[in-house]
């Protein structure tokens, strides 16, 4: 019989994983995929502190995955994970985009607030709407931010018509998604700002560093 040494074998998977993690397109799926084996692992061997975990019953099991859908619905999915804007990430902003003073601004996936805040911070004079598809985020959203007004619902189904400027921090793969529907709704002037990631194949009307050094991308529709 074939022997394996356990060392090179948990090694060898240890790699793999690495391997395969690299080659997913974000951070947070990276993290994913690279600790998915030692974790299996670490269940499976039964250490120490594993125990009380492989004791439980199956049904408690499914409570994460039931809080983890609550905050996560799946059709959030294919959106960007919780990312939260820094508080002074847009100051200065307003000298740079200035909007009407009772101007309408949209935090598309607004999470629990931290955009929200930050566009507060750069604009005290508009007023502010947020868009979340979790209802438990949204709730911590209007509680943190209650000079805005917040509601649950879908960024990609919500008409964006009314508002001079909307607000994203999204992944890279639904900028084309953004921009189709800015180009389809935003009424001529109002602006689709996007912090870090750029419209692919799309030039920015404006790239601004952020006080922290990220880019925040432009865009203005005529």
Sequence with gaps: MLQVNVGLAW????????LVAVLM???VRRG??????PLSWWLLAGGEGSRWLMSLPA???LVPLAGL???YPPGSWRDAPLFPTPSAALDGLALQVPLPLAGHVLDAGCGVGDGLQALERAYPEVHL??????WP???????????????????????WSAYDLVYLFQRPESMPRAWQHAQAQLKPGAWLASLEFAVPDVPPTLVWTCPDGRPLWLYQKW
């Excluded at 090694?11 to 690495?18: D, E, F, W, Y």
């Excluded at 994913?32 to 084996?37: I, R």
């Excluded at 709407?129 to 979790?134: A, T, V, Y």
């Design 129 to 134: 709407h947020g868009i979340e598809r979790s």
């Design 137 to 159: 985020l949204r709730w911590v959203c209007a509680w943190r931010v209650p000079t805005a007004k917040v509601w649950q619902g879908d960024i990609w189904a919500a008409d």
């Design 69 to 71: 859908l609550l905050l």
């Design 32 to 37: 994913m995929v690279a600790l998915g084996f």
């Design 25 to 27: 397109p974000s951070w």
């Design 11 to 18: 090694m060898a998977a240890l790699l793999l994983g690495l």
């Design 59 to 61: 049904w408690g099991w």
